[in-house]
């Protein structure tokens, strides 16, 4: 069993020819419309019998998929894809028994619809329960991690939604092979045809269809670079949730203690330097700077291959750094490049996150808790962190399982976006003829 296609457009002539993206993406989001209605009948173990089967399925299948990876990496390099969005793109074993994990992990999170979110009665005698309910049909426009098609779909099966896919040109045989082994893995298992739909095309104008897909679509989430995410937000009809831009910040105040210091901002930085949550400037208290801390956290870097883009006073004590721009600040590097400033105080720190943070995560590395908790209450971002790499802020490391996106804005959902930002909430009322006077 194959994934859902579009029928094929009957011209007068009589013959067959391909339907334009428009017409696709119009078909599995409306067969998608119809599965998601039927998608929420499901009894919640159903659902996750289908995630473990299509866990099982991706580990059966391994060999197609990691192909299909092979060929998407190949022609990327070729065309001169940056490394940062190749490495997004690329698929091994370790990487796909990750993703195959973190459906499992799904299946074992607890169903976010299974219980009342609060329930009151009455004077009148009318009882009242809000309960959780799915959002219907979840469409996802991204780049380059194929892996987000997996994510994706264990998610928004999870929570009873059906999910329409359009992934970049750069990763488009490795998604769509993917697609096919969940469709596949979860029609065997009950879920109905066109609740996992992956867009058979890079052509833009299914993105542009996707984004105004009033009436099939419930929610949009683009996931890739500051343009794609900008260009949906800006054209979409439908309702967006603005996710992942992360130009993360790491402030080590002056009771910072060095060997804790190192640690984070090197994970921070250099464990994986192509994702969003990856730190992209450091603020450093003068107080730090004048005791050598960061001359010896420079010369770190730079020994891991670190480019460092510093103000003046940071290139006082890192001669070889780069002299930072005002763009610099502002820039989600997605590279093995850092900016570094010095800053006279937390004031000045905030008031730098305060100007060119995206709202993602950032972190204070302190001893002083007077600090910290002011640091908590006044950066205003979906995610922050006291003495801890912002690196975390990923739905596996918070225990969601999988997240379907970073949101970094603040109606709905804000930060990782696990089941319950997959929701939303009905008011169900009993009586026993009650009427308004």
């Known amino acids: 069993m194959s994934l859902p296609s579009p029928a094929l457009d009957r011209r007068t002539s009589g013959e067959e020819s391909e339907p334009s993206p428009e017409e696709t993406v119009r078909r599995l989001a409306s067969g998608a419309r119809q599965a998601a209605r039927l998608l929420a009948r499901m009894e919640s173990k159903a659902r996750d019998r289908a995630l473990l089967a299509m866990a099982a ?14 060929d998407d990496v190949e022609r990327a390099r070729a065309a001169g894809l940056r490394a940062a969005l190749v490495d997004r793109l690329l698929l ?37 329960t809000e309960i959780r309910v799915p959002l219907g049909v979840i469409g996802v426009i991204y780049e380059s991690r194929p892996d987000v098609t997996a994510d994706a779909a264990a998610l928004c099966i999870k929570s009873a939604n059906a999910v329409v896919l359009r992934g970049g040109s750069e990763a488009l045989e490795t998604s769509l092979a993917i697609g096919r082994v969940l469709a596949e893995a979860a029609q065997g298992e009950g879920v109905p045809e066109g609740a996992i739909a992956v867009v058979p095309t890079a052509d833009r104008r299914a993105a542009v269809a996707l984004m105004h897909a009033r009436g099939w679509i419930d929610l949009l989430i683009p996931r890739g670079g500051p343009e794609l ?13 603005e996710t992942g831009a992360g130009n993360c910040h790491i402030y080590l105040d002056a009771s910072a203690p060095y060997e804790m210091a190192e640690r984070i901002v090197l994970n921070a930085k250099i464990q994986r330097p192509t994702v969003c949550n990856a730190v992209e400037t450091l603020l450093v208290h003068r107080d730090v700077a004048a005791r050598g801390d960061l001359a010896r956290l420079g010369a770190r870097l730079r020994e891991l291959g670190v480019e460092i883009r510093g103000c003046p006073a940071t290139r006082e004590v890192i001669p070889e750094a780069v002299p930072a721009t005002e ?26 996150i305060a100007r ?34 912002t690196r975390f802020t990923d739905g596996s490391e918070f225990g969601f399982g999988a997240e379907i996106g970073i949101s970094t804005q603040k109606l709905h959902a804000r930060g990782p976006m696990g089941l319950e930002a997959l929701t939303t909430t009905r008011f169900v009322v009993f009586g026993d003829g009650q009427v308004r006077e």
Do not use: K, M
């Open 327 to 352: 763009t610099d600040w502002a820039t989600e590097y997605l590279d093995l490049i850092l900016a570094v400033r010095v800053v006279e105080s937390l004031d000045e720190a905030l008031e730098h």
């Open 92 to 128: 091994d074993e370790v990487r796909l028994e990750r993703v195959a994990r973190g459906i499992e992990q799904v299946a074992a999170l607890e169903d976010p619809l299974a219980r009342a979110v609060r329930s009151w009665r009455r004077p009148n005698g009318l009882e009242i």
């Open 57 to 70: 399925a991706l580990r059966r299948h391994a060999a197609a998929i990691l192909q299909a990876n092979r």
């Open 356 to 389: 060119y943070s995206t709202g993602h995560s950032e972190a204070i590395v302190t001893q002083d808790l007077a600090a910290a908790r002011r640091f908590v209450r006044e950066v205003d971002s979906a995610a922050v962190y006291v003495n801890a790499s």
């Open 229 to 241: 995410i900008r260009t949906v937000v800006e054209q979409a009809s439908v309702p967006v949730i």
